[in-house]
């Protein structure tokens, strides 16, 4: 992923080689067993090919729990423990979630029944691809800025069908370190896709994803897919890791009312996603208003979760 120059499609990370982890500090597998699971791996993601050609035919909850348990089989296969933390949304919401991999993709579709919306280059992914437009991914052509408002409406029209909609408005992956600050995203989460939720009625709903080797106990970058690395070395990392786990915490609702800034709202969820510590689920009182810090935003919180595929926008 080389850097571009900063503008509205093409967000930059200020990470590369030195966010992801030293030789020899993460835990590994044997060899045996690092080809075991790639075969494995390889092996869903032809499954996958297969269920895209029969989902069309399927009811619409057969095939979204049919994509669910896909997702969390090939996240499994290469040797990635799912631990969810949360309840996530069953009907109608945007969710939102911070990017650090490849794996980000698995862990939402594996967790939450969405559409994705993903840069139009997607499509063309051999087997990946053709999952995703069998399963209604919403695809971007980032060097059409003028087509963005109508990517916003088939994503409110979504919404407004009764479908959740996943994004990762920060456009591109990055370590999410706490001390990383020159690795963050500019612009921070794109707030477009929230006109979507705030069109359509819907609810947004934090998603933060966190990667840990449960070996060490410790958080890692292992499963990240960083600057200029190719797909292939990330997924050798992936395979050789031990005791990979990667924890979902599924966010109190946000509920924007219809006169909502986009920008507004995405500070807020992007203050959820990132100022609430991994694995903390916040507890807050059914209709009490809340004042997102560093926001100031007005919401009406629900119980949590009710309700890269680098998107840029």
């Keep these: 992923m080389t850097a571009v120059p900063f503008d509205l499609w093409r967000p930059t990370s200020g990470c590369d080689d030195k966010c992801l982890p030293v030789p020899g500090e993460t ?43 896909w997702a969390r089989g090939t996240a499994r296969a290469f040797g990635v423990r799912l631990v969810v933390r949360g309840r996530p949304p069953r009907r109608r919401a945007l969710v939102a979630a911070n990017h650090m991999s490849w794996l980000d993709i698995l862990v939402v579709l594996a967790v939450a029944p969405t559409r994705m919306v993903a840069k139009r280059e997607v499509r063309s ?38 479908r959740a909609v996943a994004v990762f408005p920060e456009g591109t992956t990055w370590c999410a370190g706490e001390d990383a600050v020159d690795c963050r995203p500019n612009g921070g989460f794109r707030p477009a896709m929230f006109q979507a939720a705030i069109d359509a009625g819907a609810p947004v709903v934090p998603l933060r994803i966190a990667y840990r080797c449960a070996a060490t106990g410790e958080s890692t970058t292992a499963t990240a897919f960083l600057g ?71 919401v009406r919180p629900s119980r949590p979760g009710a309700g890269g595929l680098d998107l840029a926008a």
């Design 125 to 162: 992914w051999p087997l990946i691809g053709l999952l995703a437009a069998a399963a209604g991914t919403v695809f971007v052509d980032r060097s059409r800025p003028r087509a963005l408002p109508d990517t916003v409406r088939r994503v409110a029209d979504a919404l407004r069908a009764g």
């Design 27 to 69: 835990p590994t597998v044997p060899a045996l067993r690092q080809v075991a699971r790639l075969l494995a791996g390889v092996g869903m993601l032809l499954l996958g090919a297969g269920l895209a050609a029969v989902l069309p035919v399927l009811p619409a909850r057969d095939g979204q729990a049919a994509v669910r348990a």
């Design 228 to 298: 200029e690395e190719t797909l292939l070395r990330s997924v050798r990392r992936v395979v050789a890791g031990r005791g990979l786990e990667v924890t979902v915490t599924v966010g109190a609702a946000l509920h924007p009312s219809r006169d909502a800034d986009r920008r507004v709202l995405a500070r807020a969820a992007e203050s959820a996603v990132h100022l609430v510590p991994a694995g903390a689920v916040p507890v807050r009182r059914a209709g009490v208003p809340l004042a997102l810090p560093s926001t100031g935003l007005p």
